[in-house]
């Protein structure tokens, strides 16, 4: 069992930066492959990037593609996002998921969310 918990939402103007954190708790933890998604309303949630368990590999969809970093702290059991240029069109509830495998394709855990919203 995993507990996940996001942290480091808010409001941001547009071209701003914020660094999103998600604390993992659990025996396990370091164990898991994790992920960040996001819900805008009225949208599907959508994954925005992925971070093996070993942290060497990396995935990130198109929209967020060379303006987003995911990382994980092992040691901590934390998996970071580091968002920058931010854009209108990024404001959402921000979610971070794990899965007890290399990379992450079905998340079995998630966090409660944090709000991200960027102002024009």
């Known amino acids: 069992q995993v507990q996940l918990v996001e942290s480091g939402g808010g409001l941001v103007q547009a071209g701003g930066s914020l660094r999103l954190s998600c604390a993992a708790s659990?025996?396990?933890?370091?164990?898991?492959?994790m992920g960040w998604f996001r819900q805008a309303p009225g949208k599907e949630r959508e994954l925005l990037a992925r971070i093996s368990r070993s942290g060497g590999r990396t995935y990130y969809t198109d929209s967020v593609k060379g303006r987003f970093t995911i990382s994980r702290d092992s040691a901590k059991n934390t998996v970071y996002v580091q968002m920058n240029s931010l854009k209108p069109e990024d404001t959402a509830v921000y979610y971070c998921?794990?899965?007890?495998?290399?990379?992450?394709?079905?998340?079995?855990?998630w966090g409660q969310g944090t709000q991200v919203t960027v102002s024009s």
């Open positions: 659990g025996r396990t933890a370091a164990l898991y492959a």
């Open positions: 998921a794990a899965e007890d495998s290399e990379f992450l394709y079905s998340p079995k855990y």
